[in-house]
């Protein structure tokens, strides 16, 4: 059993522009055919990981290494090769709005593959059926729900089985049912097929149920605590416990930074005193 | 919207295209004339040519019968050479005359051939020997003016003359 | 001082547009021979840009063409020059009017709808997708679109140009009653193929090029919000008509300079 990280992320900062920083100096390791969550606040850099990690953007300074590759956004070839071994689910399932449900998870088969149509077909009919949605297929996006969007979305995204899949905030915006069912679907996927996952996320609650391996990050990549789901949920760290608790004032403070509320309102001590 | 009945609306979109193009070249422009008949040329040398413009019509009796090729200066004799382009159906005698006419009023200017009456024709490459030039309207205002002078001169001395 | 600034960090601003604009373009060249490969995306989408313009691009036609017919008669006729219809309708057809109002209907009806499309594609991640699946859309999505448009352009305005001389004619000759004969013969020996007709063809081919790639370039860098999607739209709209307008200023004295 290969025990060497899947993904490492070695003193990585990255900025969009010279301006914001989202990530500065971040080390992380995440482990071979386990299940990782990343959770975090908005805005504190979790699909700006999963970007770098897809080589979409490159790093200021530090490296990404994708199974013992670094990766290098220049090199097209090895882009490639990297992209065709993962698999990445969108927040919102992106999926190709002129196409077909079928159409839709056969792309990636039909674009890579040079497999002819009926294998295409069992492919896609197989990988719909592990998301529960075989009966689907001929449906067009438009006429789908937004729950069943995103299992189409991980159909896709499996089409090729990958050795990494990520997961862009999939329990956002769902109902319970739906929620349960992706946790389930991403848990099951990863011990059945050996792929390692990357679950970005705010959902404490699920993801500690399926997660091996726990980040947690805060605004400017900066990283918090990372374990496993028991250590988080046990630990004394003051912003650790007010993520996992859901706490609304903590070291994340609840007003944004404001002048004294006596100035805005006109208020002082002398104008109150009868 | 099946793959079929795309691919069949788009094939017609672009026999459409080329009907609309072929209707222009055709029927809206020159192309017909242009791939006509072959023709030979022969050379004319004019002392002016006026606003003769390449592609102007070659005509006698009124029928076009070819078109002006090229119009070049001779370095030598400073003459205007006008290159034509004749459709080889018609065959004109030596000695024909080459005129540069202007059709209409205000027309455009296309060279009238006259023919003469030699048994031997034109071959290609020969020069018409006869030619008139255009007519230049200055030249044609000094004309009127020395003739009206002329007459007015004339007619003072005819009524002097009898007195002498 | 701070004028001056402001000046020359906008201009430094327009000429990087322009720049990564042209880098843009070069891009979809690069990917248009593995795109000519998925032949079908090529024909779907001379179906949705071209067939789709058909019938504004038609009725614009015919109705320049009898507006056309009506005005230029009412001048012509002051001089006896009438006859002379069919060759002025013809000439202001095929040199001007059929590649030029043909690239400012094309850049509204299929630029706006080009520009959409490719906007609201990039703001559902369907791009950033595709990137992630290891598919380069510059050769799936965006090079298609290109050919498309550059095959349409030439087409439409051939047809707008041809429906207005027909509709010049149905004025002209049925209505009015100048001379069938004279309307054709005269049109006939002075419009040149090559000259005229060729020129126009040039014109509408370049006009196709710029439109599609505004519209493409303005689509894919806009904003994946609905104010940002219709802002790019406008400005598709406008930059294209502007380049039309200023190339074919310069394409039309390079053209027909000499009579």
């Known amino acids: 059993m290969n025990d060497t990280p899947f993904i490492e992320i070695d003193r990585v900062s990255f900025g969009y522009d010279s301006r914001r920083t989202i990530l500065s100096g971040v080390s992380l390791k995440f482990p071979r055919g386990k299940v990782s969550a990343i959770l975090g606040g908005s805005g504190c850099g979790k699909t700006t990981l999963l970007r770098l990690i897809g080589g979409v953007h490159a790093a200021t300074s530090g490296r990404v290494v994708f199974d013992g590759d670094v990766v290098n956004t220049r090199d097209k070839d090895q882009l490639f090769r990297l992209r065709r071994r993962l698999g990445m689910l969108f927040q919102f399932g992106a999926l190709f709005t002129d196409l077909t449900v079928f159409e839709n998870v056969a792309f990636p088969l039909r674009e890579h593959t040079a497999l002819p149509a009926d294998m295409v077909r069992d492919i896609v009919l197989m990988k719909l059926n592990a998301v529960g949605l075989r009966g689907a297929a001929q449906l067009r996006i438009s006429e789908i729900s937004g729950g069943m969007a995103r299992r189409v979305a991980l159909a896709r995204a499996i089409a090729l089985d990958p050795e990494l899949i990520m997961y862009d905030e999939p329990f956002a915006g769902l109902d319970l049912i739906s929620m349960g069912v992706a946790a389930k679907l991403i848990r099951t996927l990863n011990d059945v097929t050996g792929a390692t996952s990357l679950v970005v996320s705010h959902d404490v609650i699920e993801c500690m149920a399926i997660s091996d391996f726990v980040v947690l990050m805060a605004t400017g990549g900066r990283i918090v605590s990372q374990g496993t789901p028991a250590e988080l949920m046990a630990s004394t760290d003051p912003e650790t416990r007010q993520f996992t608790r859901g706490e609304p004032d903590g070291p994340v403070k609840f007003h944004y930074p404001a002048p004294p509320i006596d100035a805005d309102f006109g208020l002082s001590a002398q104008a109150l005193t009868p | ?164 | ?259």
């Open chain 2, 1 to 164: 919207m099946g793959k079929k009945s795309i691919e069949t609306l788009v094939g017609l979109f672009v026999l459409l295209g080329v009907a609309a193009l072929a209707f222009l070249a055709l029927k809206a422009a020159n192309l017909g004339s242009l791939t006509g008949s072959d023709s030979y040329s022969v050379q004319a040398r004019f002392d002016n040519i006026g606003g003769l413009k390449p592609r102007a019509a070659v005509r006698s009796a009124g029928v076009t019968v070819g078109r002006v090729k090229s119009i070049a200066l001779d370095p030598k004799t400073f003459q205007g050479v006008v290159t034509l382009d004749i459709e080889r159906t018609y065959n004109f005698p030596k000695d024909t005359a080459a005129k540069i006419l202007t059709a209409g009023l205000l027309g455009d200017q296309y060279v009238g051939l006259e023919p003469g009456g030699d048994d031997k024709n034109l071959a290609a490459g020969e020069t018409i020997a006869q030619t008139q030039s255009a007519v230049v309207l200055e030249n044609l205002i000094g004309q009127f003016l020395t003739t009206t002078a002329d007459n007015a001169g004339s007619a003072s001395g005819a009524a002097s003359g009898p007195t002498k």
């Open chain 3, 1 to 259: 001082m701070n004028y001056a600034q402001r000046l020359g960090t906008s201009t430094l601003d327009q000429l990087r547009g322009w720049g990564h604009a042209a880098l843009f373009f070069w891009d979809m060249l690069l990917a248009v021979p593995a795109s000519l490969r998925r032949f079908g995306l090529v024909v779907a989408q001379i179906y949705a840009i071209g067939n789709r313009s058909l019938v504004i691009i038609l009725a614009s036609g015919l109705a320049v063409g009898f507006v056309l017919a009506l005005q230029m008669y009412y001048a012509l006729v002051t001089y006896g020059a009438a006859e002379s219809l069919g060759l002025i309708v013809n000439l202001s057809l095929v040199r001007e009017l059929g590649p030029v109002v043909t690239g400012l209907l094309f850049a509204g009806r299929a630029g706006t709808s080009l520009t959409a499309e490719i906007g609201l594609m990039k703001a559902g991640e369907q791009i950033a997708a595709m990137e992630l699946m290891a598919i380069d859309p510059k050769a799936r999505v965006l090079a298609p679109r290109l050919i498309g448009g550059v095959v349409s352009m030439p087409i439409l305005a051939a047809l707008f140009s041809a429906i207005g001389i027909l509709g010049a004619w149905v004025v002209a000759v049925k209505m009015i009653g100048v001379d069938a004969g004279n309307f054709w013969s005269i049109m006939q020996t002075q419009v040149d193929v090559w000259r005229d007709i060729g020129n126009g063809v040039i014109k509408s081919i370049v006009f196709g090029v710029i439109c599609t790639v505004v519209a493409l370039y303005q689509g894919y860098e806009t904003e994946a919000t609905p104010e940002g999607v219709a802002y790019a739209t406008t400005r598709t709209v406008v930059i294209s008509s502007l380049w039309i307008l200023g190339m074919d200023f310069i394409l039309t004295a390079l053209m027909f300079s000499t009579p």
